[in-house]
């Protein structure tokens, strides 16, 4: 059947939402819409063009027999700083302070609506980055490793501090947390991750950083590379040692028995 | 500024897109994009029917005062059994198995490509369900729940079979494994969930049915209701007892000592 171009761009927005960092060449869409390549180019030119303004992404396309198009999700930062500065606000709850300096983020970490701004935002801020996979810890960095999964369409590994019988062989590594001195051990399955991927590692929470010094020695055992470091909350702090760049969304600062909040603002990913 | 009809259409289909189940008033149009009311309702017309035509579920259009326009995502049944077909012949792998019988589904829990098609497949089975929230249990269900809770559009909340201090008061049962009988324990943080919400249970994997069972309990205790279950890979039993209906994606059937698969086929929510 033929498409009219009212159609082509409802069928053609849809598509590369749902498709991004895939390339489909302009071909793949003659076919889909049975229409001539100048008509195609236009549709595209009228979805870049209203992306843009409707600050969604960024529609790029590559001329030659291997070109095409691909839709990069991505947020302004000034976008971005304003929504989190909304959610530190909408946070910045007495009650969400718990025994032992902890902060509640359960409820944030179940809502789709802040799921789907902290991925645009992690992913936006990796946009240009080469990534093969993202990486986090058991169980509450499931959810934002899932969301920057979706937004840069790479796969996540899910590195556990208990393996289950169910998941085959696994590689563990002992790392020592910080702040409250202990060792402790994370496994991944094997077969989980190829080896010299570069990865993104992403976590709820930073106290001491150990968590994600952990990480970095398991990327290590999987011969793989850090190229980025996301955590939606950190604790404000100027002693604490982390091997690489990180990249907090909100910044914590407590008074000093960790009973009151004195402050939750953007973190340092817009300093 | 005004927009034209075919940059309407655009963004129209991208928020709909991103806000399933969400009602939006045509007024709220009318101000988004400076136009008569008349021609939003066009744009509503022509995205519905492409919407339908595309196989993405439906728009529904109310009329009155308090009347607007929402997406619900839903695949057909034919086009999820296709699909879930396809991906039954690709995960039919003899090395899957793990020892105990269990089945490797650990990379498929973290691909966005299958992430999205099995929660599109979840939310469409209980696309006319009335649901507040979704439920599972840590870590392996997490993706999959989350995927239903992003096209459904409520919260999705994680029963932990190891509570941390990091997330408040819990509440915890003891229910018992089947297949291997023991007591285990599962724990929710008692904020996550208010009273009588209206449930779906979401899990990777039914042996006996002993956690879909354990999550049963769980809603007792928080006075709700369980209103689906839907697990992803069922091994053929005939001889479990699981105090509700239940809907798997795959049904998995082994020879007699676990160490080979004989069929794996899509399971009961298309039989």
Do not use: W
Not at 139 to 144: Q, S
Request: glycine share 6%; hydrophobic share 40%.
């Amino acid at each position: 059947m033929k498409y009219k171009r009212s159609q082509r761009l409802v069928d053609m927005t849809q598509y590369l939402l749902q498709h991004p960092y895939q390339l489909t060449t302009l071909s793949d869409f003659v076919q889909r819409y049975q229409t001539a390549k100048s008509s195609v180019s236009e549709d595209v030119a009228i979805i870049k063009e209203q992306f843009k303004q409707s600050k969604l992404g960024c529609i790029e396309t590559t001329a030659g027999a291997s070109g095409g198009v691909r839709y990069i999700p991505q947020i302004s930062k000034e976008q971005a700083k304003a929504a989190i500065q909304k959610m530190c606000q909408d946070l910045n709850q007495a009650d969400r302070l718990l025994p032992g300096g902890y902060f509640y983020l359960t409820d944030v970490l179940g809502d789709p609506k802040y799921l789907r701004l902290i991925g645009q935002v992690i992913a936006s801020h990796f946009a240009k980055q080469e990534v093969d996979a993202i990486m986090t810890v058991a169980t509450k960095g499931v959810p934002l490793a899932q969301m920057v999964s979706l937004y840069l369409n790479v796969p996540f590994v899910i590195v556990r501090r208990d393996s289950k019988v169910t998941e085959g062989s696994t590689v563990s590594i002992n790392y020592a947390t910080k702040g409250n001195p202990r060792v402790e051990k994370m496994e991944l399955t094997k077969s989980s991750l190829p080896e010299h991927s570069k990865v993104i590692l992403v976590d709820d929470f930073m106290n001491g950083g150990g968590t994600i010094s952990g990480m970095l020695a398991m990327l290590k055992e999987f011969k793989s590379e850090c190229v980025g470091v996301s955590v939606l909350c950190e604790v404000a702090s100027s002693d604490r040692h982390v091997e690489c760049d990180y990249y907090s969304l909100m910044s914590l600062t407590k008074n000093a028995d960790s009973t009151a909040i004195v402050d939750l603002q953007p973190g340092t990913m817009f300093a």
